[in-house]
């Protein structure tokens, strides 16, 4: 008789929770509905998520919180075009101000996307001098060069940057490889470029866009068969500095339209599932 209640207690306990658990998972559904309705979109998905966890059973509930957050993914994505399109259009006036003073270059033979160089800095205008020169691609990726001319090869791979106080940054060391780092000679010369790229010249460029114009700044030529140094003059501070100015904006503009790009694809995927469901 024991053993026959304690069945019938186990039964009954069974069956209410059984008819709990539909309860409870509608209740968070409609909980997480009323999240992506208030634009809460992190919280309801977090939401979403639980129930799928907590509620493996409920297939019907968890396929209705499967469409919300497809929903609830569909809605951020719009949320990051709306921003790219209010951001773009802003950014896009500062990059026509700061393109001022700029050269424009791009091989249609050979490059596949152009660059900026500070108009003192083209090649024509320094031909047989030794000096530091920059530019930013379109896509906002900034380099410097150390640019070498003299009778003998100094067979150059690095860049230190000094001001007076000690302070100094050095480039990434690149070797020799005929590319970003290239020489040749010419009637009895020698001309090295070597190029620091990106991270490669990140902290020589913030060394020289903290500075005053006027600071004295010192390039010495690294890991070359001798001593080579040189020291920057204002105009050159200028053009790095307005071309890193130029590069912060142009890299976020690429961040933003890569952004409204992947939400627009983002949003014909989930319309598609949508529609299947």
């Not at 019938?8 to 968070?28: D, F, H, N, V």
């Not at 802003?90 to 249609?108: A, H, N, T, Y």
Request: a neutral charge; hydrophobic letters at 40%; glycine letters at 6%.
């Amino acid at each position: 008789m024991y053993k026959l209640f304690i069945f019938a207690a186990s039964l009954i306990l069974l069956l209410q929770t059984g008819c709990r658990k539909p309860t409870e998972a509608k209740a968070w559904l409609a909980n997480a509905q009323t999240l992506y309705d208030n634009q809460n979109y992190v919280a309801a998905k977090n939401l979403i998520d639980s129930i799928d966890r907590i509620y493996p059973r409920e297939i019907a509930i968890r396929k209705e919180a499967r469409t919300l957050m497809r929903l609830v993914e569909r809605s951020e994505c719009v949320r990051d075009i709306n921003f790219c399109d209010s951001v773009l259009p802003i950014r896009l006036q500062d990059v026509e101000s700061l393109k001022k003073g700029f050269v424009f270059e791009k091989d249609k033979d050979y490059d596949v996307i152009g660059k900026y160089i500070w108009n003192t800095m083209t090649v024509e205008r320094n031909l047989t001098r030794s000096y530091i020169r920059c530019g930013v691609n379109e896509a906002g990726e900034m380099y410097l060069e150390s640019v070498f001319f003299g009778s003998r090869p100094l067979e150059h791979t690095g860049l230190k940057l000094s001001i007076k106080d000690g302070v100094f940054a050095v480039t990434t060391s690149i070797p020799y490889d005929g590319g970003l780092n290239y020489r040749f000679e010419d009637m009895g010369n020698t001309t090295e470029i070597v190029t620091y790229k990106g991270d490669h010249c990140k902290d020589a460029v913030n060394l020289i866009y903290l500075i005053d114009e006027k600071e004295r700044v010192k390039a010495e030529y690294t890991g070359g068969r001798s001593p080579y140094s040189l020291y920057l003059s204002g105009s050159d501070i200028k053009a790095i500095q307005a071309t890193y100015e130029l590069a912060i904006v142009l890299n976020e503009i690429g961040i933003k339209q890569r952004m409204k790009d992947l939400a627009e694809k983002k949003i014909m995927l989930l319309d598609e599932r949508l529609n299947r469901e």
